[in-house]
């Protein structure tokens, strides 16, 4: 297979990111593991689209940057990997979803994580703390010259920052109790 054949099993184009090939990859093996897809060629095609995945990950920063490095990574890949990958995907393709869902593999695909979470989380609050010390130091030392800092900046940075802190907390919430059933496994 190319890198095109690659890109198109996943539906993807040549300038996609690293994040588009993880979702790409997320919803085609929902679609076609044969646990849930009981098509006859489920199992090919989703050991195909893992193939594609393992291969356009391992190699994606490679092959963006130049012609023969594109070369070589073919190489390597079908040298060393394309049998590793195709045989854990035949594994996978064995398994139910629901053990492949869990598996380390799958979860790397996903885009957000605890420390992610976490961050979005620490930066809803400064918005918050800074907007209001930003407003009401304007309003005690006011620069000469300028006006009076606006009342509808200050509404607005506010609203923002408070629908990003409830964000972050909910996916910290789903993120937690994810962690807590899998302890529980």
Same mark, same amino acid.
């Given at each position: 297979?190319?890198?095109?054949?690659?890109?198109?099993?996943? &539906?993807?184009?040549?300038?996609?990111?690293?994040?588009?090939?993880?979702?790409?990859?997320?919803?085609?093996? %929902?679609?076609?593991?044969?646990?849930?897809?009981?098509?006859?060629?489920?199992?090919?095609?989703?050991?195909?689209?893992? #193939?594609?995945?393992?291969?356009?990950?391992?190699?994606?920063?490679?092959?963006?940057?130049?012609?023969?490095?594109?070369?070589?990574?073919?190489?390597?890949?079908?040298?060393?990997?394309?049998?590793?990958?195709?045989?854990?995907?035949?594994?996978?393709? %064995?398994?139910?979803?629901?053990?492949?869902?869990?598996?380390?593999?799958?979860?790397?695909?996903?885009?957000?994580? &605890?420390?992610?979470?976490?961050?979005?989380?620490?930066?809803?609050?400064?918005?918050?703390?800074?907007?209001?010390?930003?407003?009401?130091? %304007?309003?005690?030392?006011?620069?000469? &010259?300028?006006?009076?800092?606006?009342?509808?900046?200050?509404?607005?940075?506010?609203?923002? &920052?408070?629908?990003?802190?409830?964000?972050?907390?909910?996916?910290?919430?789903?993120?937690?109790? #994810?962690?807590?059933? %899998?302890?529980?496994?």
């Amino acid at each position: 297979m190319t890198l095109t054949d690659y890109y198109k099993i996943l &539906g993807l184009t040549p300038d996609s990111t690293v994040e588009d090939i993880k979702k790409a990859y997320r919803v085609k093996a %929902r679609q076609y593991h044969p646990d849930i897809n009981h098509a006859p060629d489920a199992k090919d095609l989703f050991i195909i689209i893992t #193939e594609a995945y393992d291969f356009l990950i391992s190699y994606h920063e490679k092959i963006k940057t130049h012609e023969d490095a594109y070369h070589q990574a073919m190489e390597d890949w079908r040298k060393y990997r394309q049998h590793r990958s195709r045989k854990r995907a035949h594994a996978y393709a %064995r398994a139910p979803y629901s053990t492949f869902k869990n598996s380390n593999y799958y979860r790397t695909t996903r885009i957000f994580d &605890g420390t992610t979470i976490i961050y979005g989380f620490i930066i809803a609050v400064m918005v918050i703390i800074y907007t209001i010390i930003g407003f009401f130091y %304007r309003l005690k030392h006011p620069i000469p &010259g300028l006006e009076k800092p606006s009342v509808f900046a200050f509404i607005m940075l506010l609203v923002l &920052g408070t629908v990003f802190l409830f964000v972050s907390i909910a996916y910290l919430r789903n993120y937690i109790a #994810e962690s807590k059933k %899998r302890k529980k496994r």
